[in-house]
């Protein structure tokens, strides 16, 4: 018989035994019967043959039982991402606590630092020019903010120095409460940006207020504290 391409069945009937008339097909003339299968919207059943398109509710159940396992998978696959991403801040604040601890535990000594005695002066109502080296904040009722109005912290006590024409930007100040070791006492760390560098750094600072008690607020405490002690942490990634 010659080979035209498109398989048909003799007399429109399929064989007797369609999986050993199948098997004995040569390559090619088995790519073109399943060719032919597929383009006519049919597809194998169980016992290898044939399931008409009429059958549509099938395709619809198919089709539906597909699209219930891609969400399921979608789902899981979401969950799994999120859980992920969770475990790892989760476990990256462990240990950011326990370099804290360890950084206080080796490195800390009283360092007692005098106010900034030059001429401050305010511009664009964040930036705090000391001298050459700019300080900038980025919300003007922040805790850094007046520490750098106060003259508390100025680029001289910086850990590691600054260049004469660095701004650098002080933010996300956050009061490490569990180091902290009464009222009188306050420990922070906050995000030091320079221009020279691609990421921030991390510094600590220690504020003392003598006056203060337990019912005194974070900004009455600033008004009359000093800083004490300061280092460099970590360079963020």
Not at 18 to 47: A, D, S, Y
Not at 120 to 144: A, W
Request: hydrophobic share 40%.
């Amino acid at each position: 018989m010659k080979d035209t391409g498109v398989y048909r069945f003799q007399n429109g009937v399929a064989p007797d035994r369609p999986r050993e008339w199948f098997t004995h097909l040569k390559i090619p003339q088995k790519v073109r019967v399943l060719r032919t299968f597929f383009c006519n919207g049919m597809r194998f059943n169980k016992i290898g043959w044939v399931i008409r398109k009429k059958n549509n509710h099938y395709i619809v159940l198919v089709k539906k039982f597909l699209t219930l396992i891609i969400l399921i998978y979608t789902v899981n696959y979401l969950s799994a991402q999120k859980n992920s991403k969770t475990d790892s801040v989760s476990n990256q604040r462990g240990l950011e606590k326990t370099w804290t601890v360890q950084l206080f535990r080796e490195k800390y000594f009283l360092q007692p630092h005098t106010q900034y005695s030059g001429l401050i002066i305010q511009t664009d109502k964040y930036y705090f020019h000391f001298g050459q080296k700019v300080f900038r904040t980025l919300d003007s009722d922040s805790v850094l903010y007046t520490l750098c109005k106060l003259g508390i912290l100025y680029p001289d006590i910086i850990p590691g120095g600054m260049a004469s024409t660095d701004t650098t930007t002080l933010t996300y100040l956050v009061e490490i409460k569990y180091l902290n070791t009464g009222p009188t006492v306050r420990r922070f760390h906050f995000n030091l940006n320079m221009t020279r560098l691609s990421n921030p750094i991390v510094d600590f600072i220690e504020l003392t207020n003598k006056n203060a008690t337990e019912s005194t607020s974070l900004f009455d405490f600033i008004k009359d504290a000093s800083l004490t002690f300061i280092v460099q942490g970590w360079i963020m990634m």
